[in-house]
Every structure is written in structure tokens, then in C-alpha cells.
């Protein structure tokens, strides 16, 4: 890693850090089979090679009769097949048999009409419309999803309810993910009170942080092993974070690393590991601290609120989807038209909190929230994305297209 990391209290562009990050992480958490009805948001550790077909038999895709299609408008009846129930026997030209959704194609038929579109009297079939009726139609072939072999998923995928859907039509019960990295997250200041704790009327306050991170990091799929808060006291910060680091796979810090007199997270990390980098050129979260304790990566986040969660949206998320095995994992952008000037400050990248709408022509449209103290936690409810105002710009006119991050997509 280059010096500039190292030894410079300069601001680090937003990009450089980004990579530094990515470099820095380490190899994907282990893995663990595990049931697919647990299997939703984890990410597949293995290939998913299908050792069945999909469709597994060739079948009706609709309720109706099945033939042979000859150009006849009348067929004879000669039974029924349901799914879980086949016709056996073989299908003679001029014949028909009734035929459900999914069940196997009768041997002798090669096309299905729909229920819709036939006249049954007796052992008589007339079909309403046979000029229209095309050989081969509503029919689902073996086959013609899956073939036997296929590598159907490949390792680092996030396994949503579609792939979880076809893990089980595959015949799977459990499957292979890797294991939930375990965070340790700690929040640093005397004036904090846990949620909960009497309130003793000093100027305190109840910590928000721990509990915002932790929902968040929850919903990426970690495995929340620690939820502290570090008095404004070296040692103490000291031993508590070495103990979490013989816990976790990733620890968190938020407060205590900018400037003031108390803010000793990075002399307590400097202790037992190394900071690699400190202050990004990024608005709000400029004072965000980056290192490692032995291999275990550490995030010193800024204490306010808002500032927390942007920057582990942004800076903690790439590297947690890499430990967690994903490998196709990047943030979701978009452009939008900007209803209003916007300011920032030159030479950082101002994540504004915004709101966005699509307009009757399908356009996106951002608008700025007023209070953009990141102080203020009600600014990120009250939005539903982030508008980039790139380092290079200090202000934009209205009407201008900007990058947006939807908040949906990050938290
Ligand atoms: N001289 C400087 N002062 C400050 C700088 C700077 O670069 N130089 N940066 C400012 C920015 S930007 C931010 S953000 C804050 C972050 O500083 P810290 O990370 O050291 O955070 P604290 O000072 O401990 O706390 C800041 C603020 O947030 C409240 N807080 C902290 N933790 C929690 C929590 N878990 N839950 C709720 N609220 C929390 C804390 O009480 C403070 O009000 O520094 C600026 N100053
Ligand atoms: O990280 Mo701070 O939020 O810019 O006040």
C-alpha cells in the first residue's frame, strides 16, 4: 500500500480509498450447509450443478386436450391425464385425451388445445377454432430450461427467492453459502447511554449508532457478535477492541475520530493493528478512519449519525459483500434531473440527501432535503436516495443531471 496512506492526514479521494478497501479485504468468510429454507440473502459458496432436467418431463402448459395434430376439427375422447396422474397407454392418431397444467404429454400427442377453445360431448371432442391451432403449441419440453450438467448457479451469488425456488426444483434440501461475517460493532464516547438505561439527566444520549449499523448490517447478512460502547479511555478502548478482535471478522467504530481530545480510536488502533488511512475527501464523513487489527479489517466511522450510515453504506459495504463471498456485488447508480440548484464544497464528494421521483414521462426528477445536518437522522428517512455532488463541482444549476444512489438498493 503506498505511503500516502500511511503517513499523509490529507483527505483521501473518495475513488482511491474505494480501492485501497477492495485491496485491503480479505478472502471471502468460510462455508456451512445449510437448509434452503434458511438460505434467503446468503450467498451460494459452491457451484449449483443440476443433476436433473428441467422441465424434468415434457407436459401441458395448459388445461385442455392433447393429440396429435393432424388438421382434424373432431377427435374421440379416450381418457385423462393429470399431473401426478399420467395417461399410460399410447395416443392413436384421431384420438384425444383431457389434459391439466404440468401433466406429462401422453405418448402419440404433440400438441395441446386449451380448455377455452374446445366443445366436449360424450367421447367427442370439437374443437371450436382448428385453423388456428398451430402443432406443437402449449406444449413444455424436458429439457428445455435445465439440461442435466448444467452449472446453474455460479459461486458468489445472493440467493434471493427465484434461485432458492429453483435450488428446491432441482431437488436440493440444504445448500452450501458461506458463513455470515461476524461484525463487531462499538460505539465511542462517554456522553453515550445504552437504549434503555436509566437516563441519568447528565448531558448524555442514548446511542443510536450501534443500533442503526447493526439494522443495517443485519440486512446484508452479518452476524452481529457485539454491540459496545467504549468509554473516552485508551486502555479501555484498547483491550476491548483486541478482544473483539479474536471474535470478529470486521469491527466498526463510530466516534472518536476526528480531532478533539477524546477522540482516541485511532491512537487505540494504532496500538494493536494499523490505520491505514484517515479523513476521506467525502461530505458528510470526512473523518473516517481505515485499518486493521492482525488480518481482521476495522471501519473508525464518524460519530454522527447520518455520517455513520453514509459512510458504511459507502466505504463498509463493498468490503463486507466481499467477505461475505459475493462476487458481482456493486452499488446501484442512477441519473436524474436536478429540480433545484445544489452546493457543495470543492474538493470533496457531497452526498446530499435527496428525493426522487419518476415524472409522467418516466424521468427522474431529484429534489434536495433542507436540513442536511448529519446530525440529523430524520434527513435520511426523510429522503430516499443520495445525490452526488462530485469533488470537482461546488455547486450545480437546476435542471442539471446528477448520479443518485437510491437509498432502496443500499440500506
Ligand atoms: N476539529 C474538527 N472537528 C470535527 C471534525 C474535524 O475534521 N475536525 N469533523 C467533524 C465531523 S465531519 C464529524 S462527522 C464529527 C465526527 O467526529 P467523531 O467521529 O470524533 O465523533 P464524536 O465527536 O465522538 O461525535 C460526533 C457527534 O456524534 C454524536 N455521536 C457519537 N456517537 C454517537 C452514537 N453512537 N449515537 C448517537 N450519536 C452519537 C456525538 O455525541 C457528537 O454529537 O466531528 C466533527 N468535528
Ligand atoms: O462526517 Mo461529518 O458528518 O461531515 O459532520
Redesign the pocket.
Known amino acids: 500500500m503506498s505511503d500516502c496512506f500511511e503517513t499523509s492526514d490529507a483527505l483521501v479521494e473518495v475513488s482511491d480509498l474505494l480501492a485501497h478497501i477492495r485491496s485491503a479485504a480479505p478472502a471471502p468468510v468460510g462455508m456451512e450447509r445449510v437448509p434452503l429454507t434458511q438460505a434467503v440473502d446468503r450467498v451460494l459458496a459452491e457451484p449449483l450443478v443440476a443433476a436433473l432436467a428441467l422441465p424434468r418431463y415434457t407436459a401441458s402448459a395448459m388445461d385442455g386436450v392433447a393429440f396429435a395434430h393432424q388438421g382434424q376439427a373432431c377427435l374421440r375422447l379416450i381418457g385423462e391425464a393429470l399431473a401426478g396422474h399420467p395417461f399410460n397407454d399410447p395416443v392413436a392418431p384421431g384420438e384425444a385425451v383431457t389434459i391439466t397444467t404440468g401433466a406429462p404429454l401422453p405418448a402419440g400427442c404433440d400438441t395441446v388445445v386449451m380448455a377455452e377453445d374446445i366443445v366436449i360431448s360424450e367421447d367427442q371432442v370439437e374443437l371450436a377454432r382448428p385453423e388456428t391451432v398451430r402443432k406443437g403449441q402449449n406444449i413444455r419440453h424436458a429439457g428445455e430450461e435445465i439440461a442435466i450438467g448444467d452449472r446453474v448457479f455460479e459461486p458468489g451469488m445472493l440467493l434471493g427467492p427465484a434461485q432458492i425456488g429453483m435450488a428446491a426444483s432441482l431437488g436440493h434440501s440444504h445448500i452450501e453459502v458461506h458463513c455470515r461475517p461476524k461484525v463487531a460493532i462499538f460505539?465511542?464516547?462517554d456522553?453515550?447511554r445504552r437504549a434503555g438505561a436509566v437516563d441519568d439527566k447528565s448531558p448524555s444520549?442514548?446511542?443510536?449508532?450501534?443500533f442503526s449499523l447493526a439494522a443495517c448490517l443485519k440486512r446484508w447478512g452479518a452476524e452481529v457478535v457485539m454491540t459496545e460502547?467504549l468509554p473516552d479511555r485508551l486502555d479501555e478502548s484498547v483491550v476491548q477492541l483486541s478482544s473483539a478482535s479474536r471474535q470478529a471478522d470486521l469491527i466498526i467504530t463510530?466516534?472518536?475520530?476526528?480531532?478533539?481530545q477524546?477522540?482516541l480510536?485511532r491512537a487505540a488502533i494504532q496500538q494493536l493493528g494499523q490505520v491505514t488511512s484517515w479523513?476521506v475527501a467525502m461530505?458528510?464523513?470526512?473523518?473516517m478512519a481505515f485499518g486493521h487489527i492482525q488480518k481482521i479489517p476495522f471501519f473508525?466511522?464518524?460519530?454522527?449519525?447520518v455520517?455513520?450510515l453514509v459512510t458504511l453504506m459507502q466505504f463498509v459495504q463493498p468490503l463486507f459483500r466481499q467477505l461475505s463471498g459475493c462476487r458481482q456485488w456493486a452499488p446501484v447508480k442512477w441519473q436524474a434531473l436536478c429540480e433545484q440548484s445544489l452546493k457543495g464544497r470543492h474538493g470533496r464528494l457531497d452526498l446530499l440527501r435527496g428525493r426522487y421521483h419518476v415524472d409522467a414521462c418516466g424521468v427522474i426528477r431529484v429534489n434536495v432535503i433542507k436540513e442536511q445536518g448529519?446530525?440529523r437522522l430524520s434527513s435520511l428517512y426523510d429522503a430516499n436516495c443520495l445525490i452526488e455532488l462530485p469533488d470537482d463541482l461546488a455547486a450545480c444549476e437546476a435542471g442539471t443531471s446528477v448520479t443518485i444512489q437510491p437509498l432502496g438498493e443500499l440500506i
Open positions: 460505539s465511542s464516547g456522553e453515550l444520549l442514548f446511542d443510536a449508532n450501534a460502547i463510530s466516534g472518536g475520530v476526528s480531532a478533539g477524546a477522540d480510536i479523513r461530505r458528510p464523513g470526512k473523518p473508525g466511522l464518524p460519530g454522527n449519525p455520517a455513520a448529519s446530525h
